[in-house]
């Protein structure tokens, strides 16, 4: 008997061993199912949306979430349906850029009520209590929108003035007046002198807005932005602040053919976003006036910043889609799954405090459009390609000089000799005397062509003859 019992609880402990101890797979735990998360925007063609739907999808797999996005085309009804299908798909976390703020309200509590964490991205709604807000920097945005044409402003000015002291001081004595000069304090790479050129003689600028949805709290943010910052400075006067509805850049044309039609023509134009920007870009150069009005945008969208390179477009506004993207999938998944998300700032909004955080911004001209190349590929490929042509032009010119610098020389002794350097790479010249009156001048000012005309009206005067000289 005892060695049936025995038998009975070793054939037990085989059994239960095999079906636990070598498999091992009754006690792995199943993997969770994935956490849902549901993104509705309210145009996904707008600026960042689609950055961001491919920020956001690049890391699902790996996060174990289950996100759907939904595009409502700027149609507020469409979102609402959004909202509903939110709740029957028993999603943890809601991320709304809203379209109608006036309904967001009633929209947020619908959610709530079913406990769904809900995440306002770019647009927070009055008074409404949502989880979480992630937005871009938009009143910085404004400000650097008006710092673009201030910095422009200053260097031309700074041109200007040392164009006068080069002319108006000779010799030795000219070039250390010129040294002595402070150097731009330019903060940023956006600005070109060619955008600094660019602009009209007339002070001061009138400047025009092309704000979007005037219900769109970024709109407001950016447009409110522009207005201070322009109030600041004396060379600058706002022409008009026109807002357009759904930020519809078919209404762009309607506005700048007012503006044209009452002989009120901007000097800048100002556009809360990309869209806006390049078709009033258009519209200009249709009306052979690209060269005549500079323009800055909000978004960096690809045709944007295309035309940037191109020199078709002066600045941008960079919102930064891609961080704005991460700060806001963090956001929703950590509420979603923990309860808590590591936000950098509290905003006061009517009666809710709501964590917040915040996107810088950054500014783009031409000069460092190289920082949207990881975006958007074909700006690498431009950027190569104007290098390749420059490098080409400049070893073309540099030939052509030297060999100018040659012809001159002979005849002309040790003077001449000693005055090459700082006269021949820029000016091209058969007259000794003429290189004397130069000698030490900048080179960069030498360029100028005012200071040829001068030169060559001095050499006349001195009856050098040759009626070569002038040209």
């Not at 509590?109 to 079913?114: I, S, T, V, Y």
């Not at 025009?208 to 932005?225: F, P, V, Y």
């Not at 009005?293 to 045709?303: P, Q, S």
């Not at 000794?432 to 001068?454: A, P």
Request: net charge positive.
């Amino acid at each position: 008997m005892g060695r049936y019992r025995l038998a009975v609880i070793l054939i037990g402990l085989f059994i239960i061993f095999s079906l636990t101890g070598c498999s091992g797979g009754v006690q792995q735990k199943p993997l969770p199912s994935p956490t849902k998360i549901a993104v509705s925007v309210g145009d996904l063609k707008r600026d960042g949306n689609e950055i961001i739907k491919k920020v956001m999808k690049e890391r699902e797999q790996k996060e174990n979430l289950d996100i759907t996005f939904m595009d409502a085309k700027n149609d507020p009804a469409q979102q609402e349906k959004h909202i509903n299908k939110m709740i029957e798909n028993k999603v943890k976390a809601a991320v709304i850029q809203f379209i109608d703020l006036s309904a967001a309200p009633q929209l947020v509590q619908k959610l709530k009520q079913e406990n769904i964490k809900v995440i306002a991205m770019q647009n927070l709604p009055y008074n409404t209590p949502v989880d979480a807000f992630v937005a871009s920097n938009n009143t910085r945005a404004g400000e650097l929108q008006v710092r673009f044409i201030r910095e422009a402003l200053e260097m031309l000015s700074t041109s200007k003035k040392n164009s006068q002291q080069s002319q108006s001081s000779g010799g030795q004595q000219g070039q250390q007046d010129s040294k002595q000069q402070p150097p731009l304090k330019q903060v940023t790479q956006a600005v070109g002198p060619a955008v600094a050129f660019q602009l009209p003689k007339t002070r001061p600028l009138k400047v025009l807005i092309m704000q979007g949805d005037k219900k769109d709290r970024a709109a407001t943010e950016l447009t409110s932005a522009n207005i201070n910052a322009i109030k600041d400075n004396p060379d600058m006067k706002l022409l008009k602040a026109q807002a357009h509805s759904q930020w519809d850049p078919a209404q762009v044309t309607a506005t700048l053919a007012e503006m044209m039609a009452s002989d009120k023509q901007p000097d800048v134009i100002l556009a809360n976003d990309s869209k806006l920007a390049m078709t009033a870009v258009q519209f200009l150069k249709e009306a052979g006036l690209d060269k005549k009005v500079i323009t800055v945008g909000m978004g960096a969208n690809e045709k944007a910043s295309m035309a940037l390179v191109s020199g078709d477009h002066e600045g941008e506004v960079d919102p930064m889609p891609e961080m704005l993207a991460q700060y806001t999938l963090d956001a929703a998944s950590n509420l979603a799954q923990e309860k808590h998300w590591q936000y950098d700032r509290q905003i006061y909004n009517g009666d809710y405090n709501i964590p917040s955080k915040i996107v810088p911004v950054r500014l783009i001209g031409k000069n460092n459009a190289y920082l949207l190349q990881e975006r958007w590929k074909d700006i690498e490929k431009k950027l190569k390609e104007q290098k390749q042509s420059s490098g080409g032009q400049q070893q073309g010119e540099s030939k052509q000089s030297s060999s100018s610098s040659s012809s001159s020389q002979g005849g002309q002794g040790q003077q001449a000799q000693k005055s090459q350097k700082g006269t021949t790479l820029k000016i091209t010249t058969q007259e000794g005397k003429v290189m004397e009156v130069k000698i030490d001048g900048s080179i960069k000012k030498i360029e100028s062509k005012q200071e040829g005309e001068e030169q060559g009206s001095s050499k006349e005067q001195q009856g050098q003859g040759g009626g070569g000289g002038g040209q």
